[in-house]
């Protein structure tokens, strides 16, 4: 590496670089950063376990009892997804000192979220530096304010207030940690090895936290080329080898993320999805406008955890896909044209192009998520303030206009955290914003029946089955709920038209079983049972049913009612 840039230098040739200068940052400004930031979010520590939080709460390895090597190996392993070893500590460590009481793991989201804006804070300090040529110098205020932007901005609730999401968050956190070590290093006089050393050792942090973070190395090659390199081209050649080798880490990464079979594993991805690889691509062109647009206005109306994109068959079909692949085009190309000209604005693209190259591109994962924005709005949230801060005037103005934006922004997060409360206000939420979607119409239904509102849940089942007949579970939990309500009849419609569709599954023949016994016809229940049990011999629900049926069978031929009706108690579901 090159020696620090003039930037850094004062009168005298002291270094005034991100390493002197983080001694002069006010404590009130930090303080305040967090402050904010804490009420901003503070209602989200009432907030329950909710849709993918499954993954932290029904998962056994998180019963952290005591902390020996033993027992925190063994809480890093079993997960849903594999390769999150330090998340899942984190998550484990919530339940040793908190149990399953959700405030702790809110408290921690909140920790984090705080965590990563200061770093960011610092990292704009340095880079304001770096791109300040001449132009007013707007002291700490600006990455101050960059800074509590990201913080509050309401697109990153998601990764906050959803616990499971943690995984972001955190990733996010030592990747950023990670940026700020090499920045220092890289604008350090002495002790340079340490920082870089620190650097590759939170990188390892990140990437065992989710696997996005693998960008990184392309994320600091593309600052090394716009703000020390001035973006010239010539600089590439000299390192190209290093370029190459980064590559290939990557790769290897890849592979060993993916078991060494990487082209497999992205391939057979899409056998469970309802588009292909190249549809997927093309599609994402218009989720990442869509991204951007709710980085310019993140009301909560238009924020939504099943946001509805129907998918791009063809760069024509909708039109709107080739539009948004021009607009990405000319965006990127404005970004390298106008990378000396406006070196902010042009790192800020490419590093929301690169943040997103894992998770909006060619991967099997579905089509759009919030908190993939999390890390990709850092840049853009400093180009957005600096370009702001030197249009508006006078200074009263921009300390206005920089309150109202915090207040209406905190507002907004204050209210999307009522949604994340728990499961029925989430699934309420997300269909009244996309009626037509399987998912939140399905899980509304089946956590309304958990909590007992029968009338609303058989609405949502019926409204389900219309989106989608062929989801069978829809028929065989509304066919339930009606035998719960004592409507054996309507039940039976339900559970025979689900057989039709599914007559393989083997769950809603024990349920039609069930309505059958209800009705006191035996063997017709007993002909339900014993289907379920053909289709799977280890179905204990099949087994216990059949158990109770013949019980039921056996009281009936002794002529005794009173047995019939006990061996119908131990019919399960």
Known sequence: MTAPPSAFKEKGGRFSGLAASHRLVPAFLILLLAGITFLAYSNSLDGGFVYDDVQVYSNPNIRLQTLTPEAIIRATHGWQVKNRPIAYLTFALNYYFGGMETFGYHLVNILIHIASGLVIFLIFRVTLRLVRQGREDHGLLLPWFAALLWLVHPLNSQAVSYIVQRMASLAAFFYLAAFLAWLIGRTAEKKRAWFFLSALVLWGLALGSKENAVTLPLAILAYEWIFFREGRVAWFKTVVPWIAAGMLVILAMGFILTDFHPWAKVVGGFDSRPFTMWQRLITESRVLVFYLSLFVWPHPSRLNLEHHFTVSTSLLHPPTTLLAVFFLALL????????????????????FFIVHLIESTIFPLDLVYEHRNYLALVFPCLALSRFAAERIRPFALKCAVALAVVLIFSVFVHQRNLVWHDRISLWQDCVAKSPR????????????????????????YLVAIDIDPSYI?????????????????DAILVLKDGIRRAPDYGLIHVSLGRAFMMQGDLPAAGKEFSHALRLDPENKSARANMRAWRRAVAASAAGGAESVDKSFDNLLY
């Open 473 to 489: 579970r829809s028929y065989n939990n509304l066919g339930l709920l009606l035998l719960d309500k004592g409507f054996p009849d």
């Open 437 to 460: 979607r399987l998912r939140p119409r399905y899980d509304l239904a089946w956590n309304l029946q958990l909590r007992g509102r029968l009338d609303e849940a058989v609405y949502h």
């Open 332 to 351: 990127a190309g404005g970004a390298i044209f106008g990378r000396r000209r406006y070196p902010l604005v042009a790192f800020a693209v490419l590093w």
